[in-house]
């Protein structure tokens, strides 16, 4: 199961809107939107309380909880929580700075758009999941080819945005400000980059989807700690309440970044909005 | 410049591939005139507002403007994540104040949507914004490319006030491209008609402002004779 947050729900984020105090009256959460799902959660606990679900299989919602609080209680949750956090952390930095730099140099200069944009396109094509063996020879089994994978993954949605947004910049707005007296680097700072922002945070969006499911995937393969070899390890022992509780954190982080990003973009963009 | 002159071009030619759009065009503009400048469709009127704006320097030819020039197009290509006021002021050098673009906002009877985001003003007021950021520049001399072209037709008649007033009171030399011969006849001193890649005919108009519709009937016809309109009507 992968952290789905590229089309993540749109309402979950109604009731922390950023600034409360212009809206009087905060739109409740239509609570009708939560039979279903408490339903499947009360068949899902009904089914394993038949044994219908045997738990070496998949353990009760109750179970899960449990195990939940009882891992967060020994510290092993938040100590896989802030290693896992950290992996997807400094990968996403390091690919977010590579993708927006080769992006920007691709999408400004001309020389630039000749010698990037091929090899990254080529690249592009390789199914970067693909590459854990490679990175295992290359970086040993530590946290390096976890983090490399994690920045590979961000490096190419962020970079295809960032040049696809600052190639399709409007040629008259640059005709405009260029017959206006703007400077070049007026002309990037007001035009070209601001033009290219929405495309740029549908890259990040698309990115730090990745970057999760780069970390889950490269946790799999080999991990002496985070949220990846607590499940793992789980496995081993069929606890499968504690592979839940990993999951649902997997989760819990995806939405909890795309979250982030739409405040961003709300703020960023408010100039579309109206 | 010694001539004394806001605009000078001699010889200017302009080639797109073997396609010559101006040709060997001469063009006086003294300062503070006010210059309409009519055409047929593709007749070469933008390729001419380029060059004197700068945005074209492939070409033969000399053309000089003396001082500064700024421009207002058709749209009014208004930077969309920039607010009305620093539209106004963004570009300017040394960087000035809000106070200054309130100041030119003022004078297009916007100041209170100083702070609106231009995708909220409708198509007249972001054509005044537009042109509020041409005049805050000072320009010696204005470029106008058809910036009624777009708006409706009582909209269009407060513009032509509008732009008159701010003419009379900055006093720099306007070059106005338009294809309504009636407003051409309203606001300039001067009418050119472009044909062949070079000013074919030119109308001086003396009438005192503001002028009427009828002021100018004579030159009206042969305005529209120039363009086409009484034997080609479908060309
Ligand atoms: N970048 C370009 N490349 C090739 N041809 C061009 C280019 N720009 C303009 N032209 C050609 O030059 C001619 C004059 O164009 P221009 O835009 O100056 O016409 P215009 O008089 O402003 O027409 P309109 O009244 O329709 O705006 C047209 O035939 C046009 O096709
Ligand atoms: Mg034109």
């Known amino acids: ?274 | 410049m010694a001539s004394g002159l806001t605009v000078e071009v001699r010889g200017l030619t302009k080639k797109f591939g073997d396609r010559t759009v101006l040709h060997e065009l001469d063009l006086d503009i003294a300062p503070g005139e006010f210059v309409a400048l009519l055409g047929r469709s593709g007749s070469g009127k933008s390729t001419l507002l380029k060059v004197l704006a700068g945005l074209d320097t492939d070409v033969n030819g000399s053309a000089t403007v003396d001082g500064k020039v700024s421009v207002a197009f058709q749209q009014p290509r208004l930077l969309p994540w920039r607010r009305v006021w620093r539209n106004v002021v963004l570009g300017l050098h040394p960087v000035v104040g809000r106070d200054v673009a309130i100041k030119a906002l003022t004078e297009v009877r916007l100041a209170d949507h100083a702070d609106a985001w231009p995708r909220t003003l409708s198509g007249g007021e972001a054509q005044r914004v537009s042109l509020a950021r041409a005049l805050v520049r000072e320009p010696n001399l204005l470029l106008l490319d058809e910036p009624f072209g777009a708006l409706d037709a009582l909209t269009r008649l407060a513009m032509h006030r509008l732009v008159e007033a701010l003419w009379q009171q900055h006093e720099p030399a306007v070059l106005l491209v338009t294809h309504d011969v009636d407003e051409a006849l309203l606001l300039a001193d001067r009418v050119l008609v472009l044909d062949e890649g070079r000013i074919a005919s030119e109308y001086v108009l003396g009438h005192p402002r503001p002028r009427e519709l009828s002021d100018h009937i004579d030159v009206r016809a042969k305005v529209l004779a120039d363009l086409g309109v009484t034997e080609r009507a479908s060309a």
């Not at chain 1, 690919?95 to 020389?111: E, K, T, Y």
Request: charge should be positive; include cysteine.
């Open chain 1, 1 to 274: 199961m992968s952290v789905s947050t590229l089309g993540a729900p749109a309402r979950a984020d109604s009731a922390q809107q950023p600034p409360p105090e212009r809206k009087p009256r905060r739109k409740l959460p239509d609570l009708r939107r939560w039979i279903s799902p408490l339903a499947i959660v009360a068949l899902w606990q009904i089914a394993c309380e038949t044994g219908l679900l045997p738990p070496d299989k998949l353990s009760s919602p109750w179970t899960v909880l449990q195990a939940g609080i009882e891992l967060a209680g020994t510290g092993e949750l938040g100590d896989a929580f802030v290693v896992s956090t950290t992996r997807v952390g400094i990968g996403f930095a390091i690919g977010a700075a590579i993708g927006v730099l080769l992006g920007i140099v691709a999408g400004l200069s001309r020389w630039g758009n000749y010698l990037v944009d091929p090899p990254v396109q080529m690249l592009r094509t390789l199914p970067f999941l693909g590459l854990i063996p490679l990175f295992i020879l290359w970086f040993g089994i530590g946290e390096e080819p976890k983090i490399a994978l994690v920045a590979l993954g961000v490096a190419f949605p962020l970079y295809l945005n960032v040049y696809a947004g600052i190639r399709n910049v409007d040629s008259h707005l640059i005709e405009a400000t260029t017959a206006l007296g703007y400077t070049r680097s007026e002309r990037l700072f007001h035009v070209v980059l601001p033009s290219a922002l929405p495309n740029t945070l549908v890259g990040l969006r698309q990115s730090l989807g990745v970057a999760w499911l780069s970390l889950i995937v490269g946790e799999q393969v080999n991990a002496s700690s985070g949220l990846g070899y607590l499940i793992n390890n789980a496995r081993e022992f069929l606890r499968t309440d504690v592979i839940v509780v990993g999951l649902v954190v997997y989760a819990a982080l995806g939405l909890a970044t795309d979250a982030i990003v739409r405040l961003v973009e709300r703020r960023a963009l408010r100039w579309r909005a109206a």
